[in-house]
């Protein structure tokens, strides 16, 4: 089982482009999370998708957009970087059953530079 | 929404010596309580988790205890190791359902063993 697969593992982007993140959930997995995860604290939610649709959102503005397809693998877009998207950026995954609060599983993440 | 407070957030011991890390949330609703371990460049990865109705909950060396009255968790490491050294998370959810409930997590807890 390959668990959460996450693209790029590293990248460099400047002020003001776009990026875009990929995930590939763990198998039996259909529910995608993202987390933004800054130097020094804890993995902050972003959004989560289930069924190709956003089903919950934290506090991040509209720059943060996601897409999850049919086969469950997910992106994240995020436009006008700023530095302070400097980051990284983790997908976590686990199987969406009604009455399950159950582990997250995480990949190993995108590591975001942003100059 | 939910605010998860972790402490502390640098701890040292010698190894064989017990941890403790404690955590405490606001949202009295929150149900679900994981544990997470982080090495330095890897994935978070769940340790133990506990849920609301349970007051506590072992693995091994691993323990985790639950006040709800007090809305606090502790996570117990005995026995410590050097491979114990890590970043540990607390979170919080109150999830349920096909649409599981976000992860709010601690800042971290930076755990070094000492030989």
């Known amino acids: 089982d390959a668990g959460v697969t996450q693209s790029p593992t590293h990248l460099i982007k400047t002020r003001g482009q776009q990026v875009t993140l990929r995930c590939s959930p763990k198998?039996?997995?259909?529910?995608v999370s993202w987390y933004q995860q800054a130097l020094g604290q804890g993995p902050q939610f972003i959004f989560q998708?289930?069924?190709?649709?956003?089903?919950q959102r934290g506090n991040f503005p509209d720059r943060f957009s996601g897409h999850q397809f049919p086969n469950y693998s997910s992106e994240l877009n995020v436009n006008a970087l700023l530095l302070g998207d400097s980051a990284l950026y983790l997908c976590?995954?686990?199987?969406?059953?009604?009455?399950?609060?159950?582990?997250?599983?995480f990949g190993e993440g995108s590591r975001l530079t942003v100059l | 929404g939910e605010n998860v407070e972790q402490h502390p957030s640098t701890l040292s011991v010698q190894e064989g010596d017990s941890a403790v890390i404690k955590c405490t949330y606001s949202?009295?609703?929150?149900?679900?309580f994981p544990w997470y371990k982080q090495e330095l460049g890897k994935r978070p990865q769940l340790i133990i988790d506990?849920?609301?109705?349970?007051g506590e909950k072992k693995d091994q060396r691993i323990a985790v205890t639950l006040n709800k009255t007090a809305k606090h968790f502790s996570l117990h490491i005995t026995e410590t190791q050097p491979e114990d050294s890590a970043v540990y998370f607390c979170a919080a959810s109150k999830g349920g359902g096909s649409t599981l409930g976000r992860l709010y997590f601690g800042r971290g807890t930076q755990l070094t063993v000492w030989p």
């Open positions: 506990i849920r609301s109705n349970v």
């Open positions: 976590a995954s686990r199987p969406g059953l009604a009455g399950v609060t159950g582990e997250l599983f």
């Open positions: 998708y289930y069924e190709e649709e956003e089903r």
């Open positions: 198998s039996g997995h259909d529910t």
């Open positions: 949202d009295s609703a929150s149900n679900y």
